[in-house]
Structures are given as C-alpha cells and as structure tokens.
C-alpha cells in the first residue's frame, strides 16, 4: 500500500513539475566567419534543442553540428570533416544559469539578460558569459542572442591554405522561442 501511495503521489507530481519547463526542438544558430572580399562563411542550424527550467533558472542547449545547413555543399562537406570533424564531436552544448532571471517579470518587452554557462564545441568547454534579450512570446518565451566565438578556444584549426578567406572570429546568433 505504501509503495501504491507513493507512486501515485509521484505521477501526480511530475506534470506539476513538467509543466515548470520549457522546451524546443526548433530553435535556430545562425554563424558567419566571413572574410571581407572572399565568400561569405555563413550556415543556419534551425533544429537545435533548447531547454528552460524557470524556477532554476538553467537552460540548456543541444545542437547537432550535421544539420547546420552551407549555401554550398562544399563548404558543408569541409565544414563536418575538415574542421568541426562531425563524426567525432556530433554535438555542440551549452548549459547555463540565467543570472536574476524571473518568469514573473517577463513581458512583451525585450529585458537584458546575462546567461553565464559551459559551452562545448569539438570537445572543448569554456565557460562564456553571453548578453540575451527575452521576452513573451504568445504562450511561449523568446530568447535571442548575439556574441562571438573563437575558433582557437575549441581547437579548431583552419588550414594554411585557406586561412585568409575565413576569419577565427565567429559571429553567433540564437533565436528560440520555447514553449
């Protein structure tokens, strides 16, 4: 009886819990690590998985690196194996804390936000500190920010022979809405 009680207070439990998240699977990354006067080094992942926890503040981010998408299938094909190497590191993560972040205070209107967390990208973390806009939207929550990656913190090497067409800083914009 006692067990039957206790599985039932935890199924009973759990939506309330589930219901203090919010989620997406169709969040975007969109980077550009162009050199002026060369082509542009642009792609757009639009199938990212993002996590909220309000109460916690965390939030967390999953990005397949495959599915970011080249306007050329070259660019994508060195992209995964020559630098990114996508068989061996098939994730890009970050799980973060949102700093004074308060559901209550969301609004229509975009408030400034800190996140500070733990980005991983071809095996190696960094701790990052990133500015975020978020406000709500419909009956969801939209987070979007812009900040800057290097290429040599993550052990990324660009080869010689292209070095001069694609920059080590790279430009990064997240656009979520989560539900």
């Known amino acids: 009886m006692k067990n039957f009680t206790l599985l039932a207070l935890l199924l009973v439990l759990y939506p309330i819990d589930a219901q ?7 969040c975007s990354i969109y980077f550009e690590a162009s050199v002026p006067l060369f082509e542009a080094v642009e792609a757009k992942n639009d199938d990212v998985y993002c996590t909220l926890v309000p109460n916690k503040s965390e939030i967390t981010f999953t990005a397949v690196i495959k599915k970011f998408k080249f306007k050329r299938d070259l660019m994508r094909e060195h992209f995964n194996s020559n630098y990114m190497e996508s ?14 972040f308060d559901l209550k205070a ?8 800190s996140i500070r967390g733990k980005i991983t ?3 190696q973390s960094r701790m990052i500190t990133v500015l975020a806009k978020i ?14 990656l290097n ?13 001069a067409k694609i ?3 790279v430009n990064t914009q997240v656009v979520c809405i989560l539900n």
């Open 121 to 123: 990208i071809h095996g």
């Open 167 to 169: 920059s080590k800083t």
């Open 135 to 148: 406000k709500k939207a419909g009956n969801g929550i939209q987070i979007k920010s812009n900040f800057t």
């Open 20 to 26: 203090n998240k919010f989620s997406s699977s169709k």
């Open 87 to 100: 068989d061996r590191y098939s994730k890009a993560t970050f799980k973060g804390v949102i700093e004074k």
């Open 151 to 163: 290429t040599d913190d993550f052990n990324i090497e660009i080869p010689n022979i292209v070095i």
């Open 106 to 113: 969301i609004t229509e209107e975009e408030k400034d936000f």
